[in-house]
């Protein structure tokens, strides 16, 4: 049981996960997405930003039902299946690398290294990024648990991937024209919300923002460049410190990562989180 990254399965500390390997599919059985539903990604793509989803966007467009977060016990049932069914089905193609039900356990249906998944409908972020998805319940509901894990996950892949732990604040009900433009230079997390015009607050909510500042990520207006223009102070300082010759771009790209690294920086990442 592990997560399949490049074709290697790896355990998360704290996480209960499983893929395909554990349960082939695809089919009503299986956790893998259909042929249709995923593409190879290409050995270029360095990918830099994590995309966060609920299955159901409330509220968005006509349901604009408040989410509910509950505490408690979640229910046992599964849902990731009927999730990868609605995919299947969907003419559109719908998909997504990880898939997190009420109960906090994460299903992996596509490799997040080599394949591409198709959740923020748009093909430049598609292939830079990592779709997790958060099944949320016919109330609007999601589980407090499920925002755990989905924290916990995200520290993994940022960890892994070397990508910053900062987001987007405050959500401004519209798509961010930086990430509508393909994201090139957007390094962290965001929700299908800011990468898209017909979703709403929803997908994702607030909540699980607000437990990413919990955790000590980064919060910065991306619409205004103030990642950007952190992050250029950052290189700038980097270069001195270490006589290296990191591009002072703004955008933390594998040369700040490496240069993290060399001044201890655990990963090369700026926030440190347990596990790393
Ligand atoms: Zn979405």
């Known amino acids: 049981m592990g997560i399949l990254i490049g074709g290697v ?5 704290g996480l209960v996960t499983c893929s395909w390997i554990d349960s082939p599919g695809p089919g009503p ?3 893998r997405l259909t042929t249709e539903d995923r593409e190879e ?3 270029e793509s360095w ?3 994590i995309v966060l989803h609920t299955t159901r966007g409330i509220p968005g467009g006509l349901d604009q039902r408040r989410q509910r977060i509950l505490s408690g016990v979640p229910p046992t049932a599964e849902h990731v299946r009927s999730v990868l069914d609605g995919w299947a089905s969907d003419h559109c193609c719908a998909s997504a690398h990880f898939v997190i039900d009420f109960d906090g356990s994460v299903a992996c249906v596509a490799d997040p290294l080599t394949e591409t998944t198709y959740h ?5 972020i598609n292939h830079h990024s990592i779709g997790i ?3 949320q319940g016919e109330s609007a509901e999601l589980y407090e ?7 916990r996950l995200v520290d993994f892949l940022t960890r892994r991937f070397g990508i910053q732990r900062q987001f987007h604040w405050p959500y401004q009900n519209q798509a961010l024209a930086r990430i509508l433009d393909g994201g090139s230079s957007v390094v962290g997390v965001y929700g299908h919300r800011e990468a898209s015009d017909d979703r709403g607050e929803g997908d994702p909510g607030d909540a699980i923002f607000e437990a990413l500042r919990r955790a000590g990520y980064e919060r910065f207006n991306f619409a205004q460049g103030e990642d950007l223009a952190v992050w250029r102070a950052r290189q700038e300082e980097l270069n ?12 933390p790209g594998q040369q700040t990562v490496l240069a993290l690294r060399e001044a201890d920086r655990p990963h090369g990442l700026w926030v440190s989180r347990p596990g790393d």
Do not use: F, N, P, W
């Open 240 to 251: 001195q410190r270490l006589g290296v010759g990191i591009t002072t771009d703004g955008v």
């Open 120 to 124: 923020a409908g748009h093909r430049a």
């Open 145 to 151: 648990v499920q925002l755990e894990s989905t924290v």
């Open 41 to 43: 990604r290409s050995a």
């Open 29 to 31: 059985t299986g956790l």
């Open 47 to 49: 990918v830099h930003a």
């Open 9 to 13: 399965s790896e355990e998360v500390e």
């Open 133 to 135: 998805e958060m099944y």
